[in-house]
């Protein structure tokens, strides 16, 4: 028996069955070996100065500030969401968390036509927009914003609900209890029980924006320094010059592995 880091514990288990240990290796070479060969093909000697490219900076700018702010969107509009279904019994409710998980499924491309459908200048609120306040949303940077929340939020109200239903709901009965409101109640006691799922949650709709391609290139287009991030210089360099598709595709993946890296105990990892 050996003990674990929290003191409990840990009997040893049988031994691996020859006939699932040859598919589980089989299946991490898989998926391990286009990253050892991304990092292998990397031209590290003149990285710093791909890197310090003008094109390479304006991309990875506009993909933290676009991420960003579709994040705080998500956060905005996911948490009430996710509060509605994990606490607030409905008619359909199951319909209504099949449709938020729809982005998960919906192949990115066919997200971009919806939202072209939407919010493009003939669209079923665009023209409204367009008209009434002048905004046009399709090939801007609010555009780019867009079409990440739409394919990320998902993640934060999954991420969110299962931190709300794994909750102990006798501390906000407690609360109400002692004369606390709905919304205090919500902030000073349901907010802070599920702050880590909330933090893994945004953290991991913060990625998902990063890497978003197929939206964001059919709604947004791909405009150097307007809608042109990070996912969308990997395809267009990747026509002209493999090298530099190479060094782009390195910075995703250093940033991907950091956010990994930052989520090990609270998402990746169980007790």
């Known amino acids: ?8 514990v840990r009997r040893p288990g049988p031994g691996v069955p020859l006939a699932l240990l040859l598919p589980a290796v089989l299946g991490l070479v898989f998926l391990v070996l286009p990253l050892v060969g991304l990092v292998a093909r990397t031209p590290w000697a003149d990285l ?4 310090a490219a003008p094109g390479v900076l304006t991309a990875l700018r506009l993909s933290l500030l676009t991420a960003t702010l579709a994040t705080l969107l998500c956060l905005l509009l996911g948490v009430p969401l996710a509060w509605l279904l994990a606490r607030v019994e409905f008619p359909g ?3 209504v968390r099949a449709l938020v998980t729809v982005p998960l499924v919906l192949p990115p491309v066919v997200g971009g036509v ?3 459908l939407v919010f493009g200048r003939r669209g079923l609120l665009g023209g409204w927009l367009d008209a009434t306040f002048g905004i046009s949303l399709p090939f801007t940077t609010a555009g780019v914003v867009l079409a990440e929340a739409f394919v990320a939020m998902p993640f934060l109200v999954i ?6 239903r794994g909750t102990d709901g006798r501390y906000e009965e407690a609360a109400a209890t002692l004369g606390a409101g709905r919304w205090t109640t919500f902030t ?3 907010l802070p029980l599920v702050a880590p799922g909330l933090a893994a949650g945004a953290v991991l709709c913060w990625a998902r924006a990063l890497g978003e391609f197929g939206a964001t290139i059919t709604f947004a287009g791909n405009y150097p320094g307007r809608t042109q991030t990070m996912p969308l210089a990997v ?3 990747l026509e002209t010059d493999v090298q530099a598709a190479v060094v782009l595709s390195l910075v995703l993946l250093a940033v991907s592995v950091a956010i990994l890296a930052g989520l090990h105990d609270r998402w990746i990892t169980s007790p």
């Open 1 to 8: 028996m050996t003990r674990t880091h929290g003191g409990r």
């Open 48 to 51: 710093p100065q791909r890197l």
């Open 93 to 95: 409710r199951r319909l």
């Open 114 to 116: 919806a939202l072209l």
């Open 159 to 164: 991420a969110v609900e299962g931190a709300l």
């Open 188 to 190: 000073h006691v349901t």
């Open 235 to 237: 395809y267009l360099a």
